[in-house]
């Protein structure tokens, strides 16, 4: 039983190069999320997919872009990654979007932009 | 948005009842209150969630004010695997961009 998976862990990008975070769950989840955590700092939402063919903006959009390729896969694309994006991302998914239902987080990815 | 306020930090010892507060007093009618806690280089796990009524489960206990503006979160025992950030935020029964909103959350140290 996987959960939420994420590829890769780990990742460093030079200034202004392209990379696409990936995440699939295995839970047949319809609502997916993806965050950024800084050091010392909560969980900040960046988009989120209520359901399969719908994407949102979160708190901080700027500089991503995400696809939800299908029920399972939601990936997260920097176009030109920017030192101000080294952060842990993590991907969530839930079975809605509803207030009643809990989340599942996947383990990180840890991204250094030099 | 509904907001909480949670405690920077809080120290408990091994095998003692932790509580853990949290304020939300903008809370909306249709809010739950969620708990989630993030152990160190994980991804954060659910704990428990609540509406109006207290709630139990294997992990914890959440106990909610009954005009709902605060909750706390109860570890009946704590051991040194409860070391982690704890995260008290408010899902929208509807759903929505806010949905899982986090602060920064309370940072638990437990002494042996």
């Known amino acids: 039983n996987a959960g939420v998976t994420q590829t890769p862990k780990f990742q460093v990008l030079k200034t202004g190069q392209s990379m696409t975070l990936q995440c699939a769950q295995d839970m047949n989840h319809n609502s997916m999320y993806w965050y950024r955590q800084d050091p010392g700092m909560g969980l900040r939402l960046i988009y989120y997919s209520a359901s399969e063919g719908t994407t949102d903006k979160g708190e901080v959009p700027n500089g991503y872009n995400v696809s939800r390729l299908n029920k399972r896969e939601f990936s997260l694309r920097l176009e030109s990654a920017a030192p101000s994006q080294t952060s842990v991302y993590f991907c969530?998914?839930?079975?809605?979007?509803?207030?009643?239902?809990?989340?599942?987080f996947g383990q990180g990815t840890r991204l250094t932009v030099v | 948005d509904a907001k909480t306020t949670q405690p920077n930090s809080m120290e408990s010892n091994e095998e003692e009842p932790v509580h853990l507060p949290c304020n939300h007093s903008t809370i909306s009618g249709t809010d739950y209150i969620h708990w989630y806690r993030q152990l160190p280089s994980q991804g954060p796990e659910y704990v428990i969630h609540?509406?109006?009524s207290n709630v139990n489960n294997r992990m914890a206990s959440l106990a909610i004010a009954e005009d709902r503006k605060s909750s706390t979160l109860i570890l009946h025992r704590a051991t040194l695997r409860d070391a982690a950030v704890y995260y008290c935020?408010?899902?929208?029964?509807?759903?929505?961009?806010?949905?899982?909103?986090f602060g920064k959350g309370t940072h638990l140290i437990i002494q042996p």
């Open positions: 969530a998914s839930s079975p809605n979007d509803r207030g009643n239902t809990e989340a599942f």
């Open positions: 935020i408010l899902r929208r029964a509807g759903g929505g961009a806010d949905g899982l909103t």
């Open positions: 609540g509406l109006t």
